[in-house]
């Protein structure tokens, strides 16, 4: 990632937006490589699925199906979906706290399935947002494996949907996202090769581009006793009579090895043959990469001993015989440790087998994702769109490739509505790297505000209290403090909490990251937790256990009361955990996931919490601005210090406004001479009544809002200024102690 400017994009747009990722590209460009790191390094809490078994096994997830319980019919507007009490706890406390989703092989999942992912989390999370406000890693290249739709089914999506690939989603129209073209083929280095697999994927291959092709066909070629040829065809059945009949024409003694199976592994999601037959000399694939490196997903050899227990290959190149010992798949799912707090994966079942597979012949669809040193290729029935380019990107170099038949251009089928899609994308994929620094202020901004949105609270408050007026009405005390509590949190909370997210709109970058600023968040997010708890928690009380004898008011009942007790805990719980710490990020999304889960606990959560709180206060904590004083002291630049602590440079320099507004440190030191009079002349010059943009608008590219905050606290070397002026990072223009410093400004020389 580090030499790949593609693949860092992406990583930033994962890891620091709440942006959408659809990440594609050539075979061999990487995107399994990112997947993998993504799963090893992100903090986001996230779950990996699959459109199949066997994708889903290999990227350590989950089928889409079975995570989503998903009914096999098509998902259309008029389909009934189980209600959210189908699920287990479990999966509902998963799903609340889930940041990021990640579909891999997602040119195989159909644009109805994907509204259906969409429609479970709205059930379970921000009912209002597409995916349920979750973000999304989709990876694939839509020139490989395509959506399945049958004869049957085909009729029914057209009513609804333009194509079935995933982009004709409804809720994936509804957001913006980003499509991130990875460029570099990691596979091959022979350019001619590169030019042809790129024409042929295009659906624009050349005249000459098939003579260079066809020069490698071979009629009848029969390759040499041990060398690594594998056969790549377009049906299972030319692979699999192909391989028997090689199997057949071998003499000696055969054996057959069953798979053992544990617990639940269903027999779709078998990754190997569950009855595998070898006999000496037989052309084997290596289906399982080796952790001691002997061996890798699509590694050609031939068996060299077999006997009921033993089986012995020997791979071209290779010195030594590999004694080939059995392998363990294991069908996991998601659960949620409730020590740790973390999604984790649990072993369902195991399927036991050895890690091969006969090779003289495997199919197109089968070979996705691996690498041949050498392949013969009969790919003249094809029949699907992009398979002949799947099997000619297999191979390393033209060189290693034999044809077993001509591949002529009616071979060669495209989409015409997969390249029209991605025509489309690269304007936007352009606007959005462009807009990178933006979109990350925006994703941060956007994370402060949701702390401050009631609006869920409201809702389900409104919704538990039209069920009371309607089937509790023998309750009137209770209704009545109802109606008032809906007119109070409209008034006191409501009403303040959205001024306050103006001005979180409106408050320049720096000023978001300062430390006054900070002070304030803290500040306010004990003003609303406590309003909160006076609010509602007599309320919920009151309101707990009451009966009625209708079975469908009972019901609504139950159903709004959990719905309300649940949101109003998570929301307290995460003020009263932001009331103590400083917002970040990171830190925010922590502390979200933890009150969601406490919230969804049982009657001893508040309790773990005080526990894990009063643990944590015996542990002194290094303030934020002290660490970056220290780390400065230490010679470290404000970059260095931002790359290694993981904030924005503004940050960081707002670390420092206290201290040189204190006279603790001049501002010279920290930002230089030069820059600091360059500043001061402009802001002398235009004042500093309007805020920190038009003095930005003056002054040189280099020069950044937490350089001007610097300087602006210069002005201020007496101790802490308290007032409403701008120097006091409040926005107000007409404090009197502003006014008299400008008029000293004025006169200085």
């Not at 997602?106 to 597409?130: C, G, N, Q, W, Y």
Request: charged letters at 25%; proline letters at 3%; one cysteine or more.
């Amino acid at each position: 990632m580090e030499k790949n400017q593609e693949l860092r994009n992406a990583w930033e747009f994962v890891e620091h937006t709440g942006m959408s990722v659809f990440l594609t590209g050539k075979a061999g460009t990487g995107k399994t490589t990112f997947l993998r790191t993504v799963r090893e390094h992100s903090s986001k809490r996230m779950v990996v699925v699959a459109p199949t078994g066997v994708a889903a096994i290999n990227a350590g997830g989950v089928t889409i199906h079975s995570f989503f319980q998903l009914p096999l019919a098509p998902f259309v507007p008029e389909t009934q979906v189980k209600t959210r009490f189908d699920f287990s706890k479990e999966k509902r406390k998963i799903i609340r706290t889930l940041d990021l989703l990640i579909i891999d092989e997602i040119s195989m999942v159909r644009s109805d399935t994907l509204d259906a992912i969409d429609s479970v989390l709205r059930r379970f999370r921000e009912h209002d947002k597409p995916f349920g406000g979750v973000q999304l890693i989709m990876i694939g290249d839509l020139q490989q494996l395509t959506p399945v739709v049958t004869p049957d089914e085909e009729p029914l999506l057209q009513r609804y949907y333009e194509t079935p690939y995933f982009f004709s989603s409804r809720a994936l129209r509804s957001i913006d996202y980003v499509t991130i073209e990875l460029t570099r083929v990691y596979r091959q280095h022979d350019d001619s090769f590169i030019t042809i697999l790129n024409h042929i994927r295009d659906g624009h291959a050349t005249v000459g581009d098939l003579a260079m092709l066809n020069a490698r066909y071979r009629p009848g070629f029969c390759p040499e006793t041990g060398s690594d040829y594998i056969r790549l065809t377009t049906h299972n059945r030319m692979a699999d009579s192909y391989n028997q009949d090689r199997l057949h024409a071998l003499g000696g003694r055969s054996c057959t090895y069953t798979a053992e199976t544990d617990g639940q592994f269903p027999d779709y999601n078998y990754p190997a043959d569950y009855q595998l037959t070898l006999k000496v000399g037989a052309q084997v694939m290596f289906i399982h990469n080796d952790s001691n490196g002997k061996y890798y997903n699509g590694k050609i050899g031939h068996v060299t001993y077999v006997d009921d227990e033993h089986i012995h290959v020997l791979c071209p190149d290779d010195m030594e015989e590999i004694d080939v010992a059995p392998n363990v798949w294991e069908n996991t799912k998601y659960t949620l440790n409730e020590k740790t707090r973390q999604i984790e994966s649990e072993v369902q079942g195991t399927f036991r087998q050895y890690p091969l597979r006969l090779a003289w012949a495997i199919t197109i669809h089968k070979s996705q994702g691996l690498t041949f040193e050498h392949a013969i290729i009969d790919a003249q029935s094809a029949f699907a769109s992009g398979q002949v380019y799947v099997a000619l990107s297999r191979c390393r170099s033209l060189e290693g490739l034999v044809l077993a038949t001509p591949v002529v251009q009616e071979a060669i089928i495209n989409d015409n509505r997969v390249r029209n899609y991605m025509d489309g994308q690269a304007e936007r994929t352009n606007r959005s790297i462009e807009s990178l620094p933006t979109l990350k202020e925006t994703y941060y901004r956007s994370l402060l505000m949701d702390m401050f949105s009631f609006a869920e609270l409201q809702r389900l408050e409104a919704a538990l209290f039209r069920v009371l007026s309607e089937f509790f009405y023998k309750y009137p005390k209770v209704n009545a403090l109802h109606k008032m509590t809906l007119s109070d949190l409209d008034t006191r909370i409501v009403a303040v909490a959205d001024k306050w997210i103006r001005v979180i709109g409106s408050l320049p970058e720096a000023d978001l990251h300062g430390e006054e600023f900070i002070a304030r968040v803290r500040k306010s997010a004990l003003y609303f937790q406590s309003s909160l708890v006076e609010l509602f928690d007599r309320l919920i009380d009151l309101t707990k256990g009451l009966e009625t004898g209708n079975k469908v008011g009972m019901k609504r009942y139950g159903n709004a009361f959990s719905d309300l007790q649940q949101a109003y805990l998570a929301k307290r719980y995460l003020l009263e955990d932001m009331t103590e710490t400083d917002f970040t990020v990171a830190g925010y999304l922590k502390a979200k996931q933890d009150a969601i889960l406490s919230s969804m606990g049982e009657g001893d959560a508040p309790k773990r919490r005080r526990e894990r709180k009063a643990k944590a206060a015996k542990v002194p904590k290094e303030r934020t601005d002290e660490i970056s004083y220290r780390l400065f002291r230490q010679g470290k630049s404000f970059a260095e210090i931002a790359a290694e602590r993981g904030l924005n440079v503004s940050t960081v320099q707002n670390h420092f406004v206290k201290r040189v507004r204190t006279g603790e440190m001049k501002v010279e030191e920290l930002i230089g001479r030069q820059k600091s009079e360059l500043i001061r002349r402009i802001v002398k010059g235009v004042g500093s009544t309007e805020g920190m943009k038009p003095i930005k608008m003056l002054c040189p590219a280099d020069v950044t809002y937490g350089d001007i905050a610097l300087v602006l606290a210069s002005f201020v070397r007496f101790g802490k200024v308290k007032g409403s002026c701008i120097l006091c990072f409040t926005g107000k223009a007409d404090c009197p102690l502003f006014q008299f410093l400008l008029i000293i400004l004025s006169v200085l020389p």
